[in-house]
């Protein structure tokens, strides 16, 4: 079976869009490749250096929201990226062979330096931080990396670092990861912004009802549907693309043709889909509670997992010295 491997910083509680955009096709892939997914705790202080106790905190919770969707324990191999120190060997040892301007070129880079402008970002932890990625793909030989169109460029540094260290090293250890990209469905945040924890403006898998009607019935609608009489278009309202993930065709076509019509009020329409979330998150979430009762330590529910991936990764770094006869 091919290796697919990816990995999530821990930022904060995940959500819907976290789970249409990436864990949704981690699920699926579980079945199909020998996966292995971790928690990128090193690569979430690459920008929030300040505050690593938060991150130690989040790790528990992202293991959470991964298993209350499905990721299983049984089938894929999940571990955290900072217990496995052969991760920062071989970053120390790419680091020799990357040149500084691939990484100032990179186009994610430059984007959130001029994004955040509230945290210092001239460390040198996250210029690198494409090395690092490198590190944790290729010390699995993972064939395969699901990620969002914004990590292409990564993934484009990942392959042009192998055929660096392969020309300078006259080996062909690793293999040249690709990404797998997936159909991500649109869903913006409530208020029309693009979904984000920060913004407040996201459903989050563990949201309460209460609070998930509550920003439904706040939620951005079609702009030129002022009054309950006028006309809406469905295809320019965010609400309808949460329809589009969360309803069936019936409720669909119930909703454009009301809405077009103005038969029906942006109430009525919130409502079904009220519905239709809570009845997508209720099983999420009793799964959820199953799993808080059982893991009590992280480190131990994840030991055996934890351990075969470093078990791998110092085998491809043992390689890797003996390459560079070191
Ligand atoms: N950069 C990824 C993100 O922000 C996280 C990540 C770190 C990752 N290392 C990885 C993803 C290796 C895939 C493979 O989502
Ligand atoms: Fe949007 Fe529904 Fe209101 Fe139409 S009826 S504008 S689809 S919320």
Redesign the pocket.
């Known amino acids: 079976m091919d290796r697919v491997l990816s990995g999530m910083r821990p930022t904060g509680k995940l959500h819907i869009g976290h789970y249409f955009g990436a864990l949704k096709n981690w699920v699926e892939l579980q079945d199909k490749y020998d996966c292995f997914y971790f928690i990128a705790d090193w690569h979430a202080l690459t920008t929030n250096y300040e505050n690593p106790e938060d991150i130690i905190a989040l790790r528990k919770e992202m293991i959470l929201d991964w298993l209350s969707v499905g990721i299983d324990i049984k089938k894929s191999t999940l571990f955290v990226q900072s217990k496995n120190i052969y991760h920062a060997e071989l970053f120390l040892l790419l680091s020799m062979i990357t040149p500084v301007s691939w990484l100032e070129r990179c186009p994610t880079y430059k984007e959130i330096r001029n994004e955040i402008k509230d945290k210092d970002l001239s460390n040198l932890g996250f210029l690198s931080y494409p090395v690092l990625q490198t590190a944790d793909i290729i010390i699995y030989n993972a064939k395969y990396v699901p990620v969002g169109v914004d990590q292409l460029p990564h993934l484009e540094i990942s392959r042009e670092i192998v055929r660096r260290f392969h020309y300078l090293y006259n080996g062909d250890l690793f293999v040249e990861p690709e990404g797998l990209l997936t159909n991500v469905p649109k869903l913006l945040g409530t208020d029309g912004r693009k979904m984000s924890k920060s913004y407040g403006n996201a459903i989050m898998l563990s949201e309460e009802p209460k609070s998930v009607e509550k920003k439904i019935k706040t939620m951005m ?2 702009t030129n ?1 002022k009054l309950r009489s006028d006309p ?1 278009n ?1 295809e320019v ?1 965010p ?2 693309d949460y329809h589009k993930v969360f309803s069936d065709e019936e409720e669909r076509s119930f ?1 454009t043709d ?2 077009k019509n103005a038969t ?1 009020g ?1 109430i009525d ?2 409502k079904v889909l009220i519905k239709n979330i809570l009845s997508f998150l209720e099983p999420i979430q009793a799964k959820r509670a199953e799993y808080e009762k059982i893991i009590d330590d992280l480190d131990e529910f994840l030991s055996k997992t934890q351990q075969k991936a470093n078990d791998v990764a110092a085998g491809t770094v043992k390689k890797v010295r003996k390459v560079l006869r070191i």
């Open positions: 609608t079609d549907r809406g469905p309202c609400v309808f909703v009301g809405c029906i942006c329409c919130k």
